[in-house]
């Protein structure tokens, strides 16, 4: 921590992408800082968590994504200086608020960060590639490629809000965020944060017809910012030294594929013009222009959908209709790039040879078998006495009829799904294994648990139980209440009593909330009381309506950290 | 060290079970790259991932380093904690590269899996890859010499380091562990160096 607070203004330090952006906040001033943990977004909070006190920011873990959002927007329109950050699904949960900000405008400057998770190491649902996003509420978008970028786009960030009084996002994805690379330090600004509300009704409250005439000024807003767009220096056109040059082949890219773009080249030693895209929305169209006309081929290499892709293809149709592109075809559009496919993709498209042979080194290791390591609860070895969902798992396994339906939501017990267990037929998002239960109660005659966490039932999971109670629906809910949100690093939440800066707060108790909401069918069960747990699965299953299991267990790990 | 090995980037992909803290290594690693004045770039995993499954880090260093990952067949060093996951990141190696594998005497059996190898067929299937593959019992002599296994990532980080596998010298290695390990657990990591430093094949 001291490290991200170093005063040493020129210094190199080992930063994580992640670190870099916090750096990079701090470098800009930023006063208020909320978010929802979510890898690989996490570490974000986590040491904002830390330093807010000693640097004078206020930081909180929000409910969700939405309220955290939200909570970003009322600093902004105080006046202070903002940090939204996380995981790309937060960005669905909190678009709804999103793109009436982007009418409004900001006062405060606010940037939004979005961390991206190409392949899906650390994200069940969907390979969302948050670009989209970027047309969908017009917010300019900036793609940073390593730490130390992620540091300069955050700042610049900043200074595009604050000129233009509009969001800015940074889109960050798992390989750059957990990227660590040396940054140099610049220095840290503190500044006041009493921030004022200034009453302004005609510009913040969305109503219409005044809605249409916000929109006429977000895109005037977007025409001038793509003039900055056209002249920024995250667009950067680079040539490599080497001996061999081709002028007729240029490659246009972004984010992490820059990085395996320069380093493609580097091992072939071959060079090409290279276009490394920073600013995302809106594009430097003149510049993307400029570059392609004097080429026979261009390649576009980018993670997922072929966002860059396809406005080339619309640009080229002026400025070079001979012009072939290719991308796609060459380059992968499901999971992660690797620095293989890219060095592939470059050989064969300027015919330069590569020094290793990829099929014949497949073929060599392909009879080398060996079995995947899932992810698994944790053992009485790793945290004693051992994740306290075994248990719970073995209980529910043993009690429910053939045929029970289980739901699945997000967080540890997503391991559920695996080996040894297979208790998890469906998992979609945040809150789902309710929503998703009370839905099949109603179709269909079999008998449905859903499991979700405690994070994941303040997050989400409230008004779909809400739902389950109001349409008189009988699915058994269970809150695996293990005191913490436990798979992004055990942050706090509303149940634990503790805020995002240390300090005490009324501890909201989910046995409190349930009996609230209707719930009649309702009991707190010890994970450690196998008994019990079993013989309350067995009756409430046969209830006719809602029932809920707070089962309460601590995370072993959280535990084990408490000791330390 | 020759001067021909200081030029050449170096590719080290570590691998293991999460938990194993596999991105203490990196850091150590990077912390002495950095200090020599090398340009480093790394990648990791967090999230998930770290739950008991498989994981891998990657470190990269050199003059003139873009990708922060290690490309399939490219890797110089492969370093695993757990026995079985050398298999699984031997894509990382070949003969091509003259990949050294250095396998931790370490099986931890996987959930699912009918059969767990041993050691031999481990070592046997990795020399089809590169012909360096070597077991080294880091555990076992931790067990036997400080009680504890904990540190059996540092001992394999360190071997390497004294066989000049790595090529940053093993005293900013050991400026760098400390700078990245917690005081109150310096000691027992020093014992293991010199643990590592006195292993014989």
Redesign the interface.
Known sequence: MDDILSKEVGK???F?GNEAIIRGALESGVQFVSTYPG??A??VGNIFSQIAKETGVYFEFSTNEKVALEAGIGASLSGLKVLVAMKHFGLNVCSDSLLPLCYTGTKGPFVLLVADDPSC??SAQSEQNSRAFSYLAHIPTLEPS?PQECKDFIKLAFDISEKFNIPVMVRTT??VA?????VILGEIIKTEKEGKFIKDPDRFSTMPPRTLRMKKELLEKVKKIKELSEKSETNLIQERESREKKREIGIITSG?S???V??AL??LDISLPVLRIGFFYPLPEEKIKNFIKKFKKVLIVEELEPYLEKEVERLAKNSNPGLQIFGKSHIPEIGEL???NV?VAISEMTGKKI??D?DK??K??Q?????????????AE?APPGCPYWLLFSAIKKTAPENTVFGGDIG?Y??AA???HFIQDYLFSMGASIGIAHGIKKSAKEKVIALIGDSTFFHAGIPALINAVFNKSNPLIIILNNGTTA???HQPHPGMGKTGMGEETTRIKIEDIIPALGVKNWRVVETKNFQEMSATIKDFLEKEEVSVIIAKGMCALFAKKLRK | MDKGTKTKDLNIVIAG???QGLITL??II??AA?AEGY????????????????VEVHIRSGK???????????ADLIISLEA??A??V??FG?K?AGTIFLVNDFLSP????KKTPSMDDIIK?LQ??SQKAISISANQILQKELGTQVTGGIFLLFYASFRNQIHLRPDSMIEAMKKVIPEKYLEINLKTIELARAYKD
């Open positions: 190199k330090m080992i994580l890898t690989p996490s570490e190491w650390s390593e798992t390989r957990h990227q660590s690379a040396p992490i820059h990085l395996y320069m380093e580097k091992e690797k620095p293989e060095i020094n290793f990829f080194h497949l060599e290791i009879g080398i078998n060996f079995t995947r390591r899932y992810p698994q609860l944790c053992s790793i540890c997503m391991i695996n080996p040894p798979m992004t690093g | 079970i999460g938990g990196l850091k990077t912390e950095l340009d480093v770039a790394t990648s990791e995993l967090h999230g998930l991932a770290q739950r008991g499954g498989s003139e380093i873009y990708s922060p990952l290690v490309r399939q067949g490219g079985q996951e298999l699984r031997s894509y070949s091509e996987i959930s699912g899996s299937e089809k890859v």
